[in-house]
């Protein structure tokens, strides 16, 4: 292993759950660190052949690849080997019949993370005549794994986060009542179109980019202090504090 140092591998396997480039830039770092010549991250659909494998590669071409993976029937091929483990598990394979130009000669891989849908395989390789892979890199590839596989759950949670905040927010935009969402410091995070109509109007009631504006001076103090009491709350007493006032319009409306 280089000195490249686990913590700053670790740091880009959550960088690189996030983005392919950033994917890239892992699978280049944990080729560096284990002293390894070629390396891929793959992901495969669940009962699929090797033309259907999603890969990312450090130093070996896609063509390349394919004839590493070799089949899913053949009993030596790289392929198979991986998808006989469980998450989390590596394989350490430094020859097959004590063959030292054998094509499976001086490899380290593991499987990243199963789903029903797919799974995400790394492998790392040194050509023939480079020092096999031991047992303590074998282990060190487990632990890096565990972390990739908590970075690609957390990316995810976040992917579903994000896809379901998108659908509030189209239903939201689209709501016949006006929707202002504050940040705890009172200041305006959100608001529907219906809301942006109503403060664009500066009847009594607008807004800024720090602030909602009530010209009211009895209103105002009533919200300010009922946001003051939310921001002031514990999350789970969120639910009890609700108010219900009017706030005064210029225009009488």
């Known amino acids: 292993m280089t000195g490249a140092g686990l913590p700053d591998l670790v740091a880009k396997a959550f960088e690189a759950a996030s983005h392919a480039d950033g994917m890239t830039e892992f699978l280049a770092g944990a080729v560096d660190f284990f002293g390894a010549q070629q390396g891929a991250i793959l992901f495969t659909p669940m009962d699929s ?77 040194r050509e023939a005549g480079h020092p096999p892979f031991s047992e303590p890199e074998g282990e060190t590839l487990r632990t890096l794994m565990s972390y990739f596989r908590r970075a690609i759950a957390v990316n995810t949670r976040f992917i579903n986060i994000s896809a379901e905040h998108q659908n509030a927010v189209a239903v939201l935009d689209q709501a016949p009542r006006a929707v202002i969402i504050l940040g705890q410091n009172g200041q305006p995070t959100y608001q529907n179109l219906e809301a942006t109509r109503i403060l664009n109007k500066r ?29 002031t709350s514990e999350p789970a007493q969120f639910s009890a504090h609700r108010l219900t006032t009017g706030i005064p319009t210029k225009s009488g409306r």
């Open 49 to 125: 052949a090797v033309s259907d494998i999603q890969p990312i590669t450090f130093g070996i071409s896609p063509e390349q690849l394919h004839d590493w993976l070799s089949t899913c029937d053949e009993p030596d091929s790289v392929f198979t080997k991986l998808a006989q483990l469980s998450p989390g598990d590596a394989l350490l394979d430094n020859g097959c019949n004590h063959d030292p130009q054998h094509p499976s000669m001086h490899l380290l891989g593991g499987v990243v993370s199963v789903d029903e849908y797919s799974h995400c395989c790394m492998a790392l390789r």
């Open 203 to 231: 009847d009594g009631l607008a807004g800024s980019e720090s602030e909602i504006i009530i010209d009211d001076d009895d209103a105002r103090a009533k919200i300010y202090a009922f946001l003051e009491q939310i921001r």
